[in-house]
Structure formats: structure tokens, C-alpha cells
């Protein structure tokens, strides 16, 4: 059983930066996509930012630019730094460890608030 457990966020005026970091365990193997996404309140979650294995990665269209996913393979941790921060960004984001559909794992959450 993977467990991934979330740590960074908090407050911070627009205009500011935050690192999320996300270490995984449970497993000894390289995960094959990590990732994050996110939830605002009375909002779907979302997808942030993924990458691959192979440092392959993804961006939703409101974070680029802004928004860089990292990982470390050998200890099986993924970052997401965000800069220029915007009150749009407030939400809880989640990290994603994803082998299949039927195998993915969510960690807790931890929650980003940006004020204006």
C-alpha cells in the first residue's frame, strides 16, 4: 500500500511563492507518474501538474509559467514550486501516485490560501 504524504502549503499574499513536497512509502519501486492536483471549494479537483518516471511532465493551462513539478526517483518524492501566486490558486492540493486506473493513490491534502 503506497501512502504519499503532503507538506508546504499554507498562506501567502498574490504575487508569492510556495513549495509543496510530496514524499511517498510503501513501495520500493520508481512510481510511474506522480502528480498534483487540486480543489477549490464548490470546485471538481483538478489537475496541476504531472510527471513521468522519466521527468515527462504535464501542465494545466493556468499554471504554466508559473507552476514547476520536480521529483527526486530515488527517494520517491515529487515537488511542485509555485511562483506568482494568484487568489485563484487558493485551494487543497492533492499529490497522485499513479501506476493504473485501478491502482491510485491520493495523499491527504494540504491546503494553499492566497490572498489578494
Known amino acids: 500500500q503506497v501512502q504519499l504524504v503532503e507538506s508546504g502549503g499554507g498562506l501567502v499574499q498574490a504575487g508569492g511563492s510556495l513549495r509543496l513536497s510530496c514524499a511517498a512509502s510503501?513501495?520500493?519501486?520508481?512510481?510511474?507518474?506522480m502528480g498534483w492536483y487540486r480543489q477549490a471549494p464548490g470546485k471538481q479537483r483538478e489537475l496541476v501538474a504531472t510527471?513521468?518516471?522519466?521527468?515527462?511532465?504535464n501542465y494545466a493551462d493556468s499554471v504554466k509559467g508559473r507552476f514547476t513539478i520536480s521529483r527526486d526517483a530515488a527517494k520517491n518524492t515529487v515537488y511542485l514550486q509555485m511562483n506568482d501566486l494568484k487568489p485563484e490558486d487558493t485551494a487543497v492540493y492533492y499529490c497522485?501516485?499513479?501506476?493504473?486506473?485501478?491502482?491510485?493513490?491520493w495523499g491527504q491534502g494540504t491546503q494553499v490560501t492566497v490572498s489578494s
Open positions: 497522485n501516485a499513479f501506476y493504473t486506473s485501478m491502482s491510485n493513490y
Open positions: 510503501g513501495t520500493t519501486f520508481s512510481i510511474p507518474v
Open positions: 510527471i513521468g518516471s522519466r521527468g515527462s511532465t
